[in-house]
């Protein structure tokens, strides 16, 4: 397929690998924060098994970045999140939440800490840009917020560190989870940090003018695939296993952190005045309604995630929905995360979801499915 056979018109935009990931054989595009995202490039069981034994790079420009300068910028930060950020290092990331005025999640991104006032907030799909513009006008803070040319790839895998070794040599195996580091790759200019949205292995490598995009895709393949590398979409198989949220699907405007047992990522006793403090103080004090939970879902494999969120009854009684389902081939089981009412979230506990294909018994366990305590990733 050519790159002009995809197209919605000018109004979404194109990332710059987009042209190369065409070439290297993505057939299908979603959209998310305006922008095409390769969705799909073969196989997604084959994508699965090439990230968790080999490597794969993914095209995740789409994932903007809000860059937040000034001499009030870390309080500004501060202000759009409930996690305590007083001793966040400069060239540290933090995985974050950004709350509204009732505790509602507005997008769930990871926070790079690139100077003692810059900072770029690396969004999943929602217009974070614009609600940090609107906070600033009447904040009283001397900040500047702008999207910058800035665009992430994703190499993801137990050989992406070799990849990396070949790429910019061994000092960047000194790069620990969750830092970052400005480099130059021939005149390439980038941050690279070790995160990424897998549960495996894996960098990020933020591309800081969009013009080289085509050149350092080629030379990240041609540099790679010695070591297995293959061109891939980020794996719905892979993050389900390792319980991460997909916004819009698993958290939205609605949800609040103590729904999804993130409590640690709430600090509620710090100085700050952050937005939402005081809906998360109450909700704290009162308990929430809903809970998250996993749920193995009986019945042949599923064909592919599911498309709608699935109701959950218990003895005839809607009690929830299924959020993200897939079947897991390593683990030989459909795998969902889900949403249910407080007194059904418990291991063990057995329900009924209306799939695509009818009603199948499910049982709620422990979720992350897979490597709950993130070995993989922080090795």
Not at 138 to 148: A, F, M, N, R, W
Not at 170 to 187: A, H, N, Q
Not at 305 to 323: M, Y
Request: negative net charge; contains cysteine; glycine residues 8%.
């Amino acid at each position: 397929m050519q790159a002009d056979d995809f197209g919605f018109g000018t109004q979404i935009r194109k990332s710059p690998y987009f042209d190369a990931t065409v070439r290297w054989g993505a057939t299908a595009f979603s959209v998310y924060n305006h922008m095409y995202i390769p969705r799909d490039f073969g196989d997604p069981v084959e994508n699965f098994w090439t990230l968790v034994n080999d490597a794969i790079l993914c095209d995740v420009a789409v994932e903007r970045q809000v860059e937040i300068t000034g001499p009030d910028a870390a309080a500004f930060v501060q202000m759009l999140t409930p996690r305590d950020l007083s001793t966040m290092a400069v060239g540290q990331c933090k995985y974050i939440l950004i709350t509204n005025a009732d505790g509602g999640i507005l997008n769930d991104p990871i926070l790079l800490r690139l100077a003692e006032n810059h900072f770029w907030i690396s969004l999943a799909d929602s217009d974070i840009l614009l609600w940090a513009q609107g906070l600033a006008i009447h904040s009283g803070l001397d900040v500047t917020i702008t999207e910058p040319d800035v665009s992430p790839l994703q190499l993801q895998g137990p050989k992406s560190g070799e990849i990396m070794q070949a790429l910019f040599g061994d000092s960047i195996l000194d790069l620990r989870y969750y830092w970052l580091r400005e480099i130059d790759l021939d005149g390439i200019p980038l941050i690279v940090s070790r995160t990424g949205w897998s549960s495996e292995l894996g960098y990020e490598i933020y591309l800081r003018d969009g013009s080289q995009g085509d050149a350092l895709w080629e030379r990240i393949m041609a540099t790679g695939m010695p070591f297995g590398l293959k061109p891939g979409h980020t794996s719905s198989i892979r993050r389900i296993e390792g319980g991460m949220l997909s916004y819009h699907a698993d958290a939205d405007i609605n949800t609040n952190p103590y729904e999804l047992g993130l409590d640690r990522l709430v600090n509620l006793d710090m100085e700050a005045d952050f937005i939402g403090k005081a809906a998360l103080r109450r909700i704290h004090e009162n308990g929430v309604s809903r809970k998250q939970i996993g749920l193995i879902i009986d019945g042949e494999p599923l064909k592919g995630p599911n498309t709608t969120f699935w109701t959950i009854n218990k003895d005839g009684v809607a009690i929830g929905k299924v959020t993200s389902a897939v079947y897991s081939p390593r683990l030989e089981r459909n795998i969902a995360l889900a949403m249910v009412a407080v007194d059904y979230a418990h291991i063990g506990i057995e329900v009924e979801v209306v799939t695509h294909s009818g009603p199948s018994r499910a049982t709620v366990v422990e979720r992350p499915f897979y490597d709950p305590k993130k070995k993989i990733a922080a090795a």
